[in-house]
């Protein structure tokens, strides 16, 4: 089994649905919880940074994080075809753990 | 500000050959770590520098692969001999010592080995 599974789609939403992205892990170890966006040739960039269960929002971008499910998500609201990208969730023990991500969801906007 | 910077950006090479890939992290930024994603297959973690110092180096697959970072700044990964296998991007991050994981990457280097 992988420490951490991620559906990798590809997803097409039309512009202005609600994306809903998910991981799944196995390590109940990981506190630290993190969603990077990777543009096609680029590399991640990290859009939310979370410790522990609880939601987090920033603008059109919502992260859950479910511990006890061994759950994270995130939620993004009117979406935009600049949102078109790979989504990675990622995780660590320690806040100076190396991070392990998930294989990407690659994510589709439609004008 | 200058974000991480590697090169070459893209590189093709021979079986065999060696490859040696370079990294310059954001200024000031004591952790360096190094990733790679291979076809097909998820980022996978490879080592962290703390300024000059090996801090965990349990991602490196084998001998075939050496990092360096000279003087705490930038960091070089070499290859040697490349096999088919390395083909992947790999990608160079870095981070403040408080910020921990908080890390910043670089646009990856892509290597072909053929």
């Known amino acids: 089994q992988k420490e951490v599974e991620q559906d990798p789609g590809p997803l097409s939403v039309p512009e202005g649905a609600i994306v809903s992205l998910n991981c799944t892990y196995s390590n109940s170890a990981f506190q630290y919880f993190m969603w990077y966006r990777q543009y096609s040739r680029k590399g991640p960039e990290l859009l939310m940074y979370t410790y522990s269960s609880g939601n987090k929002e920033d603008g059109r971008f919502t992260a859950q994080v479910d511990k006890s499910s061994k759950y994270i998500s995130l939620f993004i609201r009117d979406s935009q075809p600049s949102d078109s990208a790979t989504y990675l969730c990622a995780m660590s023990e320690t806040s100076y753990d190396k991070v392990i991500f998930g294989p990407g969801t690659s994510l589709s906007v439609i004008p | 500000e200058a974000g991480v910077t590697q090169f070459p950006s893209h590189s093709v090479i021979e079986k065999g050959q060696t490859v040696t890939l370079r990294c310059d992290p954001i200024?000031?930024?004591?952790?360096l770590y190094w990733y790679r994603r291979v076809m097909g297959k998820e980022i996978k973690f490879l080592l962290h520098?703390?300024?000059?110092?090996?801090?965990?180096e349990s991602g490196m697959p084998n001998n075939r692969f050496l990092a360096e970072r000279t003087g705490g700044t930038y960091s070089t990964l070499k290859v040697q001999p490349a096999e088919l296998e390395d083909s992947g991007v790999y990608f160079c991050?870095?981070?403040?010592?408080?910020?921990?994981?908080?890390?910043?990457f670089g646009e990856g280097s892509w290597l072909t080995v053929v």
């Open positions: 991050a870095s981070s403040l010592w408080s910020s921990g994981n908080t890390i910043y």
């Open positions: 520098f703390v300024k000059e110092s090996k801090q965990d």
């Open positions: 200024s000031g930024h004591d952790n």
